[in-house]
């Protein structure tokens, strides 16, 4: 048996990637598949995170080969114990600095065939793997913008002459002589 998976892209409604790949494949197997379906780097840091239905990452699989727990890694975690799971959403991450992502989406299953590592279909351009510096900016600057700090003034860090001088307020400026230190 193998499953089919359709790769999804926030980035743009009109990439698709239908995938099928073996039911005794590994993370590590669809990772590679990925790659080659959106002619990726191998060289990327990527990871698959695995989350609850409002995507609230649960666990995240890396390519570690390193790690002490050789389960939590790309090449240890069989694909079809997370397909089976219904409660599990799988989110590819091919860019964390940035946090870009494929959504990958189990459509079904089918007969296996001698190559079932492969494209079955594949719809428009895939998102670039690395983002410009001008689209980087873009984005810091489009994510600061969301923060509600437009209202005036607020970054107006400006002193008028009136605000650097000393005030009644307070006292007399003799106050705050070094004078009356000693």
Do not use: W
Not at 15 to 25: G, K, S, V
Not at 59 to 75: G, R
Not at 86 to 105: G, I, K, P, T
Not at 124 to 149: Q, V, Y
């Amino acid at each position: 048996m193998a499953f089919r998976l359709l790769l999804l892209s926030p980035e743009s409604d009109e990439f698709e990637r239908l995938l099928e790949i073996e039911d005794t494949a590994t993370l590590f197997d669809l990772h590679l598949l990925i790659l080659q379906s959106v002619d990726y780097p191998k060289d990327l840091f990527t990871s698959f995170l695995l989350c609850d239905e409002d995507y609230n990452v649960l666990k995240e699989i890396t390519n570690d080969e390193d790690a002490e727990n050789k389960a939590d890694t790309m090449k240890g975690t069989n694909l079809a114990s997370i397909i089976n799971n219904e409660e599990v959403q799988l989110v590819y991450v091919f860019d964390s600095l940035a946090e870009r992502c494929f959504f990958v989406n189990f459509v079904g299953d089918c007969a296996q065939t001698e190559n079932s590592k492969r494209i079955v279909r594949s719809k428009g351009k895939a998102p670039n793997p690395m983002l410009s510096e001008e689209e980087m900016n873009a984005l810091i600057f489009a994510e600061t913008s969301d923060l509600a700090l437009e209202e005036e003034g607020a970054l107006d860090f400006s002193l008028d002459e009136d605000e650097l001088s000393y005030s009644d307020e307070f006292g007399s400026e003799d106050l705050y002589s070094d004078n009356s230190i000693y």
